[in-house]
């Protein structure tokens, strides 16, 4: 059965323990520990579901904005998602592989190589989500006082982005005869060096993995700035972002993918894929007890921390709890959900304490609250009105969270056709309908 | 049953078809394409022998010195090390997974973390074989137009230990309580940030993994200059050498034991293991008719390209072929291989074609011809006589090579109680006899 482009696109985004910021103490889920065991399990759990990736995010430096949040939540330490995503794919077999690494504190050819090895390990399932990274916790691990600023680091993630994708087509596809025989191994008119010498790179090539079984591993994007919408535009193949409300969501879908002609790239060549938690009930109140529940477990102080840092990094503890955001300055951090949260704040009127609870309990993406009909259409209305090709789904707690929605939600999806039975054969890219890219030396040489 | 210290040790050493230079033309032998289900049945093949520990070796630059070579040989591209080995710990139980990583062209904080990983996703069976990388080659594909001098590259690598190290320690054991009822997450007593600022290298850390299982993993290191054997004294628990012969091995053991104690060591906290490779006949002659057998598929112009690689990059094809080696200056490579193939062509009186061979045919290490009963005496010599706590056996090609050693070999030196019936539990290091590191802070915060 191929893979249908009327069928919505799920990544499972899976983090320590969940999305919500107090996940870690609910009773059913993980504590966020190193397990690979458990790692496994949700990794089969997702792929019996038939999620069509995983993906893991990343951060450079131990975690927690001040020390006493870092003390209450369970994000300041984790496995390194490269390493994780290639025991996995060991003991999976059509899900998808997405893992984050940084253009500002890699190297082109390390992450060239490493995502071209696990697409070779995984038969074709891997993906990178490329980001510039946001802080000068990571800065400092790498021989920096401070973070890049934000044009200089979309600066050099374009020329990142450029010599990694020219090093996977360095080496033809058919570059290895390989033949016993004559002894000929290897086609030398087949390698191409780049000897690239950029304004932030100088990389001489050609790279030593044969060309991946995808051409280009899978290509994930998150920036919403200027510079990332652009950037987006022209090299993504799949658009992760973060959006709360139809209309504004329908805006971003279609002004990025009304970018893409101006890269010579065809719309449908590329899937915007918002964030999104779901609560399960039997009725909706039983979906919002659930999460009062789950954030009767948060930490105020962490939540605040928590918000502080999502928004630009002024520390909130300063302002009284119950009043109203202060002016924040658009900081060096991560511009547009800075936007996001000033402009909600504002709009429904909420008080640091209901914005940071808010904010603590989705980390910053959507949460849908209801019965499984009712998810269902939601998300039904979200992919055929123009607002998502799919859903990053992020899990507010691990497993019971992933299982309810896996359990109930997906078969209504199935059955109205919305959501493919079975797994596609073929890399990530032929499931997910993206065109396998061209060697750009194919047939030249 | 607890690891014994009169066990000699075994790590494998696959290469991408074997240590011999045409292995892959060898009919029965794997033909170095990427391919994990043959990755997969080496790592089983090798558990199932009870090796100690999988060993890859890495290079950051596409191989083959000139084109003519690289066309004619399996080592140019393949996958990296790290990346194989994760997908490896997820279907291995008990073997060690040692890889190679660069101190010249990788940051500490990616080091520290990856293997911190990898030593969490196995139970604690990592080892990082520590190199400073070689050639202008790797250079080139990180900014850089030369190698770093042999001097320097020793000092940064001694530097980047130190701080990989630091890392590994910068979050106590018991640094996360993850206590759901409380709330509490991390103890923050417990975290060391390094606030290193070196020649080198600036890192403030601490890592955000948490202590790997074996506090630190293995440490291996094959460096033989001046400058190798003190960085081997003071940081490597394995170190990987290249020995012909057994009186120059036991000079070399014992120089390097003797050195330890400088460093606060004790001689039985390293294990120093040379490469081996091995033809088992059931006669002398037809472990010699084997090895002419492959050798008739070298190609003789590879050999002189692969020994002038490793003897330096003096080109040796523009010398007569059946003369003798000419005067080599050392150059900025590999110091001790040359001075090592110098020698053994004055002593032997080799010609250019006859060394050319002999080191093709076995990457530079010693090859062991003989009966099964002849080679368990070679290596029982060795391990008793002060010369080898073990060897890095390499396969001249996979997997029948290795599957010999294993079926008539191993079980003769298990016969005479000098190797393990079956794995010790715990981790790499506890099988191997070696003390798990301390961590420098414990008790002190």
Do not use: C
Request: hydrophobic residues 40%; charged residues 25%; without cysteine.
């Amino acid at each position: 059965m191929s893979s249908s482009p009327r069928h919505l696109k799920l990544f499972l985004f899976p983090a320590a323990s969940g999305a919500h910021v107090a996940a870690w103490r609910h009773p059913a889920s993980r504590d966020g520990a190193p397990d690979f065991a458990a790692d496994r399990a949700t990794a089969e759990l997702a792929e019996a579901a038939g999620f069509d990736a995983l993906f893991f995010a990343d951060r450079l430096a131990f975690g927690g904005r001040d020390k006493a949040s870092a003390e209450r939540s369970s994000g300041a330490a984790g496995l390194e998602p490269l390493t994780l995503l290639a025991a996995l794919s060991a003991v999976t077999r059509d899900i998808g592989l997405v893992a984050t690494a940084s253009t500002s504190y890699q190297e082109p050819f390390h992450v060239a190589r490493s995502f071209a090895s696990l697409d070779h390990l995984s038969g074709g399932r891997a993906g990178w989500n490329l980001v510039t990274s946001l802080t000068d916790a990571e800065a400092g691990n790498f021989g920096r006082e401070q973070h890049f600023e934000h044009g200089e680091r979309y600066q050099r993630a374009e020329e990142f982005v450029d010599v990694v994708k020219a090093l996977w087509d360095s080496l033809e596809d058919d570059a290895f005869p390989r033949d016993k025989a004559s002894g000929r191994y290897l086609d030398g008119s087949k390698v191409h060096p780049l000897e690239h010498r950029g304004r932030h790179f100088s990389v001489r090539g050609p790279l030593n993995v044969p060309r991946p079984p995808q051409g280009h591993p899978l290509v994930v994007q998150a920036g919403s700035s200027e510079e990332g919408l652009q950037l987006a535009a022209r090299v993504a193949d799949v658009v992760f972002t973060t959006q709360q409300e139809l209309a504004q969501a329908q805006a971003f879908y279609r002004e990025l993918k009304s970018r893409l002609p101006a890269f010579g790239r065809q719309p449908e060549q590329q899937l915007i894929m918002p964030g999104l938690s779901v609560i399960v009930g039997r009725s909706r109140g039983e979906a919002e007890d659930k999460l009062r529940a789950l954030n009767e477990l948060i930490d105020i102080d962490v939540a605040v921390s928590f918000l502080s840092a999502l928004s630009g990094g002024t520390d909130l503890s300063a302002y009284p709890l119950d009043g109203p955001l202060p002016e924040l300055a658009l900081t060096n951090g991560n511009r547009s959900k800075q936007a996001l949260f000033l402009r909600q704040a504002r709009e429904k009127g909420l008080s640091i304490r209901q914005l940071a609870l808010q904010v603590a309990g989705s980390g910053g993406h959507r949460v849908l609250l209801g019965t499984a009909e009712e998810v269902a259409d939601d998300l039904q209305l979200w992919f055929e009105s123009g607002a998502a090709d799919g859903f990053n789904f992020k899990p507010l707690y691990l497993d019971d969270n992933l299982r309810e929605f896996a359990e109930q939600v997906l078969p209504i999806l199935r059955e109205r056709g919305l959501f493919k039975r079975e797994y596609a054969s073929g890399t990530l890219r032929e499931k997910l309908g993206l065109a396998r890219p061209l060697n750009r030396f194919q047939g030249r040489s």
